[in-house]
Every structure is written in structure tokens, then in C-alpha cells.
């Protein structure tokens, strides 16, 4: 009998035992109920690396580095030989062979990749993390392995491309694919599939400014964007649960020199693998 296909545009939802953890805390007090959705918000679920990523991580020349700015190791998959080189960062409970296609393409084309798993994921150390560690680990990347040509990011990872552009990171052109945007949405969001009270988002928030004492709409995707020249090319599936479309159109309407590539029946991670797709991110590197 045929396996039944995995539905690409389902979205992820939070287990159920958590679900009733939080309403649990938020019965005994809001302030814990807060803490402990920062906790769960924070920790990444990490994956077993599928068969289909095997030979990316295989090939790929692997170093721990260290990464002062937030005092965290984490991997980097160093894969080809080129010296054109194209940074990969995966998304929220992603690897850094999540993007193999677009790797192995790329690798055809005669660019290198370097990729990362980040703090709290695949084989970096680490329990918890958040945006602002990815963005760190971009950055010291690009001083130990750079320089890039091309950024590509995915969900979170698209954030952090663009928010890393923002802070320095010099490359000619990215792409970012499936990315958010304004992080009180993602609060919101978050929120809603822990079924807790709306106001749990806007504590959440507050939560975490205090704690690290940072704006957390200063991360959002279009206000970077505002802030970027270079050519940025937006992939979006319309039918994208986790991310809705409406991020992408509002990263792509606040970017100077940006191009959007809607497809339709993808979701959130299928799209990585679509060749078409594939095929549009190497005609955008390669314009003139």
C-alpha cells in the first residue's frame, strides 16, 4: 500500500502536552506562564539529519568554530572548492544541510557553500537560542570563511540574512525564501498555536526586551529591508502555512532593488527541493 503523501502546506502545531503545560502555568500565574512560553519559544526541536541530506553531509568539510559575540560553538559545513563562494542558512529547527539542492546546484554552477548549523541546532552546542545568535554566527562566519558573493536564507534564516546585511555583512546579492517579518506577528502567532491568551504575545515581547535589552521590532524583516541596496530576490509559497504570503509581499514592498517569485502549492519547506525554484535563484545570481 502507497504511503500517504505528506500534506506540504500542514502546518507544524505545538504537541499537546505543552499546550496543556502552559495553560497549567497560566491558571498558577501569568509571569511563569510568560516565562515558560519564552522557554519553549526559544528551544529549537532538533532533527535527525534525513537520508536525502547524507551525502552533503558527507562531503562537506566540518569545523566547530566559536563565536565570541554570543560565546557559543556551533558547526559550519564547508562544501566544494570554489573560491566563489555562497552563504546558506537554514531556519528554525533546521540544519545547515537543510538546502542541499540548492547546494548541490549551486556546487554545478562553480560556487562553493558554506553553511552552519545554529546555536541549539543540528550539531552546534546549545539548548536554547534566538535570531540575534544567528545573526552573530553569520557574521563571525563571514570573518573566518568569507568573502560571499550570495546569501541565502530560509524562514528565520531569511530574517537573519537581511537583518545581517543590515549590521554588515557585504555580499553582491541575496535570496531569501519563505522568510518572516514583523516579529510581533511571530509572537502573535506562536501565542495563538500555544492557545493562550492574546495578551501572553505582547508579555512575551516585553519579556524578552527586558531580558536582553533590545527592540524586538528592530528585527522584523522590512525594516532591515528599508536599509538594503543590493538585489534581494523574495520566494514565497502562497499557500504557505507557517508563513503566510503576506510576509514576503511586505519584505519584497520595502526592499530598493527587490524582486518577488510566488509559487503555489509548496508550503514552507518543499519549496527548497522545487526545481523550479532552484532554477529561478540561479538565473537571479547569475544577472548581470
Request: proline content about 3%; charged content about 25%; hydrophobic content about 40%.
Amino acid at each position: 500500500m502507497a504511503k500517504k503523501a505528506i500534506n506540504p502546506t500542514r502546518s507544524l502545531k505545538i504537541p499537546q502536552l505543552i499546550i496543556i503545560s502552559a495553560k497549567i502555568c497560566a491558571f498558577v500565574s501569568k509571569n511563569l506562564a510568560t516565562k515558560f512560553a519564552a522557554r519553549i519559544f526559544t528551544t529549537p526541536i532538533k532533527h535527525k539529519v534525513p537520508k536525502r541530506e547524507f551525502e552533503m553531509n558527507l562531503k562537506s568539510i566540518q569545523k566547530s568554530i566559536l563565536v565570541p559575540a554570543i560565546n557559543k560553538n556551533i558547526t559550519v559545513y564547508q562544501y566544494g572548492q570554489s573560491n566563489r563562494k555562497v552563504l546558506l542558512v537554514h531556519g528554525w529547527s533546521g540544519r545547515g544541510t537543510q538546502l542541499f539542492k540548492i547546494a548541490d546546484e549551486l556546487l554545478n554552477t562553480g560556487y562553493s557553500t558554506v553553511s552552519f548549523d545554529a546555536p541549539a541546532h543540528g550539531k552546534s552546542e546549545g539548548k536554547t537560542t534566538l535570531m540575534s545568535e544567528f545573526i552573530a554566527s553569520i557574521l563571525e562566519i563571514e570573518k573566518e570563511f568569507g568573502p560571499f558573493e550570495i546569501a541565502i536564507g530560509h524562514s528565520l534564516g531569511g530574517m537573519s540574512v537581511l537583518n545581517a546585511i543590515k549590521d554588515g555583512l557585504n555580499v553582491n546579492k541575496a535570496v531569501i525564501i519563505g522568510s518572516g517579518d514583523i516579529v510581533q506577528d511571530i509572537l502573535d502567532e506562536f501565542i495563538l498555536k500555544l492557545k493562550l491568551k492574546k495578551e501572553f504575545s505582547e508579555r512575551l515581547r516585553i519579556f524578552f526586551e527586558d531580558k536582553y535589552q533590545l527592540k524586538m521590532d528592530d528585527f522584523s524583516a522590512y525594516r532591515a529591508a528599508q536599509k538594503i541596496k543590493i538585489p534581494v530576490l523574495v520566494i514565497h509559497d502562497n499557500d504557505d502555512p507557517e508563513v503566510l504570503v503576506k510576509a514576503g509581499i511586505h519584505i519584497h514592498q520595502n526592499l530598493d532593488n527587490g524582486s518577488l517569485f510566488l509559487t503555489d502549492g509548496l508550503g514552507h519547506r518543499k519549496i527548497l527541493g522545487n526545481q523550479n525554484v532552484i532554477k529561478k535563484i540561479l538565473e537571479f545570481i547569475k544577472m548581470n
